[in-house]
């Protein structure tokens, strides 16, 4: 079966952030330490502020009004860098929780992104494999053979080959039949 295979700019940065977050290992455990950081640094800065809170209260019951304002004045001058750092912390707790959030970003992606990725191709898929050729230059073909890729990953919307080490190939389900679907999951999608 051959087609046209026109992938747009979306649909590859929406495929190789999902295949990044959900099948490598290298985004799993990137986006397992950066969510474990952004969490460590929230809580620590929300420990620091409820001891200071507390403190606070603590005074209040039992130290004159103006004792109080005189102990808060310093800690807001004087004590400063005590501030400072709870809100360093929650600035950089909030700053690695979306960074895990939107791992892999799209200028990592972009940086990283061979500038014929979106070029049109035609894609033939056959029971050898998969071969496909830049649109205006049939004699450049390339393939990938079934035994070659290492594994097929499904979603709603892609399958993605793990073609070799770092490299995937992306198969909008929109470009193929649900027939071909069909004997393409039965034969080669990982479950």
Not at 94 to 101: K, V
Not at 151 to 173: C, G, H, Q, R, S
């Amino acid at each position: 079966m051959t087609f046209d295979y026109n992938l747009k700019e979306d649909e590859y940065l929406k495929a190789i952030k999902l295949y990044t977050r959900k099948f490598t290992k290298t985004g799993k455990r990137k986006i397992r330490i950066t969510y474990f950081a952004g969490l460590v640094l929230l809580v620590t800065s929300a420990y620091m502020f409820i001891s200071i809170f507390k403190q606070y209260l603590s005074f209040k019951q039992s130290l004159p009004d103006y004792v109080v304002r005189e102990l808060l004045n310093k800690l807001f001058t004087q004590g400063f860098g005590y501030i400072l750092i709870i809100i360093i912390y929650l600035l950089l707790g909030i700053f690695f929780l979306y960074s895990a959030y939107t791992y892999p970003s799209a200028r990592i992606i972009n940086k990283n992104t061979d500038s014929k990725t979106l070029e049109p191709r035609k894609v033939n898929i056959n029971d050898l494999g998969i071969v496909y050729w830049q649109a205006n230059n049939e004699a450049d073909k390339k393939s990938y053979f079934w035994d070659d890729i290492e594994d097929v990953f499904e979603n709603e919307e892609f399958y993605l080959m793990t073609v070799a080490k770092n490299k995937i190939f992306i198969l909008p389900k929109r470009m193929i039949s649900t027939k071909i679907q069909s004997e393409f999951i039965e034969k080669h999608v990982t479950k």
